[in-house]
Nanobody
């Protein structure tokens, strides 16, 4: 299963970005999906996740109220809308998928290559 994350870039604090994650074709809707991030020198952090249908979502405390995760199963794509960005949001963002695991606890079996988000102050 290949995942392709895109949409990262450089943005000023307070700005917005939307990340995309292209997933496997016909079976995309079989997977619970998640976003994680890893800043330099820090451990990987959970950002957001959503269920196969997109009807249930979960967010890390540091992004609640600012980020929104969604998916379009017809387009085999998951999104992460990031608003009110802060310098501490700077990280490589990874999308991940699990077919049999929990959206909350995983395990996430498949990972994208990551896309870099840099927020300047």
């Amino acid at each position: 299963v290949q995942l392709q994350a895109s949409g990262g870039g450089l943005v000023q604090a307070g700005g917005s970005l939307r990340l995309s994650c292209a997933g496997p074709g016909r079976t995309f809707s079989y997977y619970n999906m998640g976003w994680f991030r890893q800043a330099p020198g820090k451990e990987r952090e959970f950002v957001a996740a959503l269920s196969r249908s997109g009807g249930t979502t979960s967010y890390g405390d540091s992004v609640k109220g600012r980020f929104t995760v969604s998916r379009d199963n017809a387009k085999n794509t998951m999104y992460l809308q990031m608003n009110s960005l802060k310098p501490e949001d700077t990280a490589v963002y990874y999308c991940a998928a699990t077919r049999s695991g929990s959206m909350y606890y995983g395990p996430y079996d498949y990972w994208g290559q990551g896309t870099l988000v840099t927020v300047s102050s």
